[in-house]
Nanobody, 117 residues
Framework: QVQLVESGGGLVQAGGSLRLSCTAS????????MGWYRQAPGKERELVAT???????KYRDSVEGRFTISRDNAKNTVLLEMNDLKPEDTAIYYC???????????WGQGTQVTVSS
């Protein structure tokens, strides 16, 4: 019912930048939290950055200052500007949407980000 379509992943050199985009569509009753998680091989899925409808943000410590999350609520879109990428940022990045605290997360299919040294 709710679909999250991601784009912007790719292969970049260390120090480069990528801009991820995710747009939600379908029957969306509400959107509280929207953001990004990532999962590298052999690791658990981890928070990258999230933003509430009110604009409150949360970042993983290792990306603070390098990544910037933003939202266009009217377009149901969340962006992740990633700068100064490092090899350890290599992972599949998943867009996520939390309608409210009574519901679970919706997830996109993921977009691969690969950073070469």
């Amino acid at each position: 019912q709710v679909q999250l379509v991601e784009s912007g992943g790719g292969l970049v050199q260390a120090g480069g930048s990528l801009r991820l985009s995710c747009t939600a569509s379908g029957s969306i009753p509400s959107i509280n939290i929207m953001g990004w998680y990532r999962q590298a091989p052999g690791k658990e899925r981890e928070l990258v950055a999230t933003m509430s409808t009110g604009g409150q943000t949360k970042y993983r410590d290792s990306v603070e200052g390098r990544f910037t999350i933003s939202r266009d609520n009217a377009k149901n879109t969340v962006l992740l500007e990633m700068n100064d990428l490092k090899p350890e940022d290599t992972a599949i990045y998943y867009c996520t949407l939390l309608p409210n605290k009574k519901m679970g997360f919706y997830w996109g299919q993921g977009t691969q980000v690969t950073v070469s040294s």
